[in-house]
């Protein structure tokens, strides 16, 4: 080969995976004094580099078979562990952390997906920074919060920003609490950004409660042939009888706390006698705490049955999250008449009453006050009528939405855990000290009595500050089934202060 010895660069200009297209990481040059050709360059995912290609001279001290040989080249990755000479390091800094939640509370609660993003920020006129990773680290376990793992954010030129987003999930076991994190976003060589401490608020579900409202059952036994859809074919006594079929149509109410969520209810007989022949299952999605939906279906009775007990059925309630959900049995009564008292309460007409008279939409005003209620003592009336008050006053503020109300379930756990006896209390006294353990801001007491008909309902608001009554209020109702309006009353007038 007497061609004059020509050295054919090959300069590789080597593009990471993190890296933006225009970084040069290193150089490096070979050759030899014959001709030297580079064909084909391949770079493996830890950053190895192979180049192929033919050269006339012995590269690397590799003798030549003479003419043109073939090599193949293999470098490794540079050691980016270090600095290089002449190099100055980076200057990394946390810019800014944000929370976007689903609900926009700002706080992570049970079966909700947050967004954590993390700024990372390269000062500029510092050195590019390498490897650079962030990761979330909990500095003390959350129950039911779980996040997704460290973020590769790579190559930071100098004046470079990344970003960094993890997810916070809300587990359906998760605990009014605070849990707070470490973000730590480091550098492959050590020039760490200073860490942060990022705290949220956590809480726990609220929890529902369907319940069949058993005692607002209705029913029709009227044989109508011309309504070819109605299943019923009896005798229109108002009374189920063997022999006949009924339409039932049956209340269920949310008396929990929380919102339902995808809520399936489904209705098995339990007797032989008796067979459902209507659809027995129902969608009815979600109701929110306090809200009312109806189920209706239609039963016929064998007229073989002689029993005096009823009918039994199960009633269950499926949530989608599935320890809310439940079952219940409800009892048809057979030859006896349904009572008339309950009968008028079956058209809803003093309830729907009371209710069409309370606005509809929730006052856009929340106040900061958390309040809970206790269970009211009676006089002249049962504990049972009294503590049913107490929890109709409750479900009111808590559709009202005013306040933060502690419900029933909540305020048993913690009182049962502290071991306070929730009955009987009705002065500040006590109040104070149960408000406390239910860390409110303010206790509802009252006492329920009896004058002949009428009911009268008195209240006292005791404040937590002030350890003192800051309102106190007194509603009657005319007679019984005036107390769920009287209640309605009385927790409007609550609200509104
Ligand atoms: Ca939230
Ligand atoms: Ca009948």
């Not at 008292?341 to 009371?354: D, R, S, W, Y």
Request: aromatic share 4%.
């Amino acid at each position: 080969m007497m061609r004059a010895a020509v050295g054919v660069m090959v300069v590789l200009s080597v593009v990471g995976v993190q890296i933006s297209a225009q970084a040069t990481r290193w150089t490096r040059q070979l050759g030899t004094s014959g001709r030297d050709e580079g064909r084909g360059i391949a770079v493996d995912g830890s950053g190895n580099v192979y180049v192929t290609g033919e050269t006339a001279g012995g590269l690397d001290g590799n003798p030549s078979a003479g003419g043109k040989d073939a090599f193949i080249w293999a470098l490794a990755d540079e050691d980016d562990t270090v600095l290089a000479k002449g190099e100055k390091p980076p200057l990394l800094r946390i810019g800014g952390v944000t929370f976007a939640d689903q609900d926009n509370d700002n706080i992570l609660s049970g079966d909700e997906t947050a967004a954590l993003k993390v700024a990372v920020v390269n000062a500029s006129g510092a050195g590019r920074a390498r490897k650079v990773v962030c990761m979330l680290i909990p500095e003390q376990r959350v129950r039911g919060v779980t996040h997704s793992g460290e973020v590769k954010i790579g190559t930071l030129e100098p004046g470079g920003r990344g970003e960094a987003t993890f997810t916070l999930t809300g587990g359906e076991d998760i605990v009014t609490a605070t849990a707070s994190f470490i973000v730590r976003c480091t550098e492959g060589r050590g020039f760490d950004a200073e860490e942060q401490r990022v705290v949220l608020r956590t809480r726990a579900v609220a929890p529902p409660e369907v319940r069949v409202v058993a005692g607002e059952m209705a029913l029709d036994d009227r044989f109508e042939p011309q309504q070819r859809d109605k299943l019923a074919v009896g005798t229109g006594n108002n009374v189920v009888e063997p022999g006949e079929s009924v339409e039932v149509r049956l209340p269920l109410e949310n008396r929990g706390a929380g919102a339902t969520r995808g809520t399936r209810v489904r209705i098995r007989s339990s007797s032989p006698d008796a067979q459902i022949i209507s659809t027995d299952t129902f969608v009815l999605g979600t109701l929110n705490p306090g809200e009312r939906r109806h189920i209706q279906f239609a039963v016929a009775v064998s007229r073989k049955y002689t029993g005096t007990q009823g009918l039994g059925f199960t009633v269950s309630v499926s949530d989608e999250r599935r320890r809310f959900s439940r079952e219940e049995t409800l009892t048809l009564p057979v030859n006896r008449p349904m009572r008339s008292v309950q009968t008028v309460e079956i058209q809803g007409k003093p309830v729907e009453v009371a209710r069409s008279a309370v606005p509809e939409s929730r006052p856009a005003r929340r106040s900061t006050m958390t309040v809970a209620v206790a269970d009211f003592s009676g006089q002249d009336v049962s504990a049972a009528e009294a503590a049913t008050v107490a929890g109709l006053i409750r479900t009111e503020l808590v559709n009202m939405g005013v306040y933060r109300v502690v419900d029933r379930g909540n305020m048993d756990k913690i009182l049962a855990e502290v071991g306070y006896q929730m009955s009987g209390c009705t002065e500040t006294g006590c109040a104070v000290e149960m408000g406390k353990h239910l860390n409110v801001t303010h206790m509802i007491v009252g006492t329920v009595s009896r004058l002949g008909e009428t009911y009268i309902i008195m209240v006292n608001v005791v404040g937590m500050e002030t350890a003192q009554i800051v309102r106190s209020y007194r509603q009657t109702a005319e007679n019984k089934r005036d107390l769920i309006n009287a209640c309605s009353v009385l927790a409007q007038t609550l609200a509104a202060e």
